[in-house]
């Protein structure tokens, strides 16, 4: 539990996280997954609550300092210094560490080879997140910590750093990051963490989590002459193949577990009240529409 | 050896100084630019070349260029009006009136006028045939180390010190602090006093640089001779430069922000360039502030500088300033370390 004057940020969390798996805390700003990886990482001391991390404890002093050993560890927001170039970047975070890959080695990992002469200011925004991330692997850790590693990132840099992290996870390495966005969490996490206002609101696998919407696809619809001719909610929940009905202001999206039975029916019931569709679209369930589900709130904006 | 952390941190601070332009004018050109200016303007050049007016009337032109023979003055014949205007605009510093008596219009409070009446008093008689009445001999000195530049050169060595180990410690550390480069740091197993340390070993190679530029353009430029051995003005400049890091260290251990530790280490330095004789000897000020003003380190770094630099001390006879400058450092140190902010 931490809490910052009146608010508590983070309470009562219970996580356990396994050995070679990738793990996700996910939500939206402001949930609590950033002072949750902190006090993980020992850069924040919780108000209660233990951890312990690959058996160890943040104690202080030596074993605080061996714990460090075994960590990678990527900050939201750190600025690493303009005016030095990338090899000397690497070259000062390896000097920490008794265990150590060489600079050419974590360059070459996460793709840096090229800029290893250049000044850490003039490299675009992915490719200093990479070096943050290369910054994190030079120590060989047994477990990387990533921050939001992709936030602000444009799509091909994002995949770059999924590249990364993949490399990682195949050579047998444990990752534990934070994300609001929810292809990432899907597409890098084993496990995932739905978090909201400090609290664990969902647990398990990607796959089990949206299982757990009772359906695989979701249907969104908005009608051209607004809310007079629309159905009911207890109407379109009972259109078959539909498990689950969320309206908001300017749609309703309907959890369905068989498209090609709900949309001709859902077709046939908005033919039957006169109602004309201003947009009809489908797609495979996602964690959003988890979070959806169980918040009421959309995760970007939320 | 390379790759030991310290070694990487130290590289990593100077790398971060030498590849900033503006840095390397504030610390190595700046004060040179000033002893150069103010070593031009305070120039010793004696009281130069006395004006003198002769009003106009029988005789002026015999008693002018009488005047203008004798070293010192030029003489010129003018109107009554003219003359009065320029003496009293101090354009000319003595209105001779030729007859008899030969009168003398001057203000005698003004040194000048005084030293001109003196001069022009001296060619008058003599042109009556006044002889010596005693032999006298001249004999001319100038006493290296008495000159404004002597004074000026060990006071910029000292404020020098003390701006580019405030600036040079408390403005990286929280330059890191807000980029959070610190944390970042704090989540490797960095030893913290390594950190601290690298800071004091960049500084003490940027010192020696500082210290040759100034004192060798000193030489260069004016002829400022180190009187005492070189070997105590590097002791008393280590010291000096540690100790300031130390109060840098102090300065930034809590700001979050550069504006913050902008404004405090502005409040720190500000008095001392004023009140530690920096530019002006420190005796000006009362009696009741010597005891304040002697106890600044910057103050004593002077004074150590100077006893050296110009009077030729040992470092045996600079225990008290010595002590005052090693005091603000340990102590500076020792609390900026109880209440450093890490991240």
Known sequence: MKRYADVVAVAGLDLTVNARECFGLLGPNGAGKTTTIEILEGLTAPDRGEVEILGMRWTGGASTRALRERLGIQLQDTQLADKLTVEETVRLFRSFYRAAHSVEEVLGLVGLEEKRTAWVGKLSGGQKQRLAVACALVSRPDLLFLDEPTTGLDPQSRRQLWDVVGRFRAAGGTVLLTTHYMEEAERLCDRVAIMDHGKVIALGTPRSLIASLGAEHVVEFALADGATRAPTPAELAALPGVRAVRPALDRTALTVAEVHRAVPALLGLLERRGAELSLLATHHATLEDVFVSLTGRQLRDA | MRDHPLVQL????????????????????????????????????????????????????????????????????LDSAEARLQLRTGRVALLVVPGDPVVYRYDSTRTESRLARLEADEVVQR?????????????????????????????????????????????????????????????????????????????????????????????????VGVRGSFSAVAFITVLGALSFAGLGMLVASRAR??????????????????????????????????????????TALNDALRAVMIEGSRLSELGAPLGIVTAWGVVSFVVALQIFRWR
């Open chain 2, 10 to 77: 130290t590289l990593a601070r100077m790398r971060e100084f030498y590849r900033e332009p503006e840095a390397i004018f504030w610390v190595f050109g700046f004060p040179i630019v000033l002893a150069f200016a103010l070593g031009i303007a305070f120039r010793n050049r004696g009281p130069g070349e006395l004006r003198v007016a002769v009003l106009r009337g029988a005789g002026d032109s015999v008693l002018a260029t009488a005047l203008a023979r004798a070293p010192g003055l030029r003489a010129a014949v």
């Open chain 2, 257 to 298: 922000t550069i504006e913050a530790v902008s404004g405090l280490m502005n409040l720190v330095m500000l008095p001392m360039w004023i009140l530690s004789g920096t530019f002006f000897s420190y005796a000006r000020f009362p009696e009741a502030m010597q005891p304040f003003v002697k106890a600044l380190p910057l």
């Open chain 2, 127 to 223: 042109a009556r045939g006044r002889a010596d009445a005693a032999r006298v001999q001249d004999q001319r000195v100038t006493e290296p180390g008495s000159r404004y530049i002597d004074f000026l050169i060990p006071g910029l060595l000292g404020m020098n010190l003390m701006g580019s180990g405030l600036w040079g410690v408390g403005f990286s550390v929280v330059q890191a602090r807000t980029k959070k480069l610190l944390k970042r740091f704090m989540a490797t197993p960095m030893r913290r006093s390594h950190y601290l340390l690298s800071f004091i070993l960049s500084r003490l190679v940027f010192l020696f640089l500082e210290v040759a530029a100034l004192v060798g353009f000193g030489w260069w430029m004016f002829h």
